[in-house]
């Protein structure tokens, strides 16, 4: 329900001086009529007095305007001086009060104008015609600020909802960017935990095997150290582009554009087999995809994070353990992929390696962001992961 104003505030001092003058000139007009009628003696001062109470009376119309507009009527029921006044007071009462207020102080405003026709009638003006200009002329005051009410109610709707507009924009720029951070941060999630889990398979190997050729010791010391080291850059490049630097952030960058770094596709799996393989971890692959490079960006980067972290279980929670890895699908349906590996017999010989048990949750999202599905469970001695992801033609 619309509530109006208790009152109609001058937007500016403008408009405020607008009024004043306005009814200035309007007195100013009618005493210089009144004296060309002739009127002099106590006439002519009730006229005066009636001019400077109406003008001094202004100002009180956009505080109490009802009751100043009222008071206004009154005083051209008394004076024409008043009339000018009387004219500003209907509109101002029109534009701020309900239509229900604004006809009521219309019908006393057009009483008083007949009342005042009684006792001082105008010579060349029938008293039926001058009603009825009274009555037109108080019905044009309404309308008038009414119309200028629902102008203004437009104006601030209007700019209600560009300001509304404009913070929403900013809100969803915020969330896109909180979006991406998240999505970097799942990316390097992922590989910060193959790498780690690299570097534990090696380290295991060194711990169990002193007895190890020098050869075999140095190279799996040298793959350490280059694990760490991509570890460490990989690990510089989140917090980079996780701080929550306020100051840094430029509005007119597109916070859904791609990370400037090369990104992983689906092509790229034999090489991530190939490092699964070289730290003894035998893999399997079946693929029944005619071109793995014919699969579009997205869906070829989350069925790698997909492979990626299958591998990357399997020698925290079953070392040495065979993988196999199938891929299936064709353009235009949906790509298939299924990871298996055989559980370890005793696992609580398995050695520990730390973590916080996210990565199938991560990946879980990541699949689903996608438009795809993931499955996993381990069932009588092996675990099974299996995704579906769309691939559009």
């Not at 001062?45 to 109470?53: C, F, K, M, P």
Request: net charge neutral; charged share 20%; aromatic share 4%.
């Amino acid at each position: 329900m619309h509530t109006a104003p208790a009152c109609a505030k001058p937007r500016s001092r403008t408009e405020f001086a607008m009024a004043v003058g306005g009814v200035s000139t309007g007195v100013v007009a009618s005493l210089i009529g009144q004296l060309g009628d002739g009127t002099r003696g106590w006439p002519l001062a009730v006229q005066i007095g009636a001019a400077l109470l109406s003008v001094a009376l202004v100002p009180l119309l956009f505080r109490r305007p009802v009751g100043a507009a009222l008071v206004l009527a009154a005083l051209a029921a008394v004076s024409p001086t008043a009339t000018p006044a009387s004219c500003v007071g209907m509109v101002v009462v029109a534009r701020g009060q309900r239509a229900r207020v604004a006809v009521g102080v219309a019908l006393a405003g057009i009483a008083a104008h007949l009342l005042r026709a009684l006792w001082l009638p105008i010579p060349a003006l029938p008293y039926e015609w001058w009603a009825l200009l009274v009555v037109l002329a108080h019905a044009a005051l309404v309308g008038w600020g009414m119309l200028a009410a629902a102008r203004r109610a437009l104006i601030d709707s209007l700019q209600e909802r560009a300001e509304r507009a404009e913070a929403e924009q900013g809100r969803r720029v915020a969330e896109a960017r909180a979006a991406e951070r998240a999505a970097i941060a799942r990316e390097m999630h992922d590989v910060l935990a193959h790498r780690l889990s690299l570097i534990a398979t090696y380290a295991g190997a060194l711990e169990y095997r002193p007895d190890a050729p020098p050869e075999r010791l140095s190279q799996a010391a040298g793959v350490i150290r280059a694990a760490v080291h991509q570890a460490l850059e990989e690990l510089r490049d989140v917090i980079a582009l996780l701080s929550d630097d306020p100051a840094g952030d430029d509005p007119t960058d597109d916070p859904t554009a791609e990370p400037d770094r090369p990104v992983p596709a689906l092509a790229d799996l034999a090489g991530l087999v190939e490092e699964s393989r070289a730290v003894g971890t035998p893999v399997e692959v079946r693929d029944d995809l005619a071109d793995p490079a014919a699969v579009p960006g997205r869906t070829g980067r989350t069925a790698y994070r997909v492979v990626q972290e299958a591998l990357t279980n399997a020698r925290k929670h079953a070392p040495g353990q065979p993988v196999s890895i199938a891929l299936d699908g064709t353009p235009g349906a949906r790509l298939v992929i299924e990871v298996r590996n055989p559980l370890p017999r005793d696992p609580a010989a398995a050695p520990a390696v730390p973590g916080a048990g996210r990565g199938l949750v991560g990946l879980t999202e990541r699949v689903r962001l996608a438009g795809g599905r993931l499955d996993h469970a381990a069932g009588p001695g092996e675990f099974r992961l299996q995704a579906e992801l769309p691939w559009p033609a």
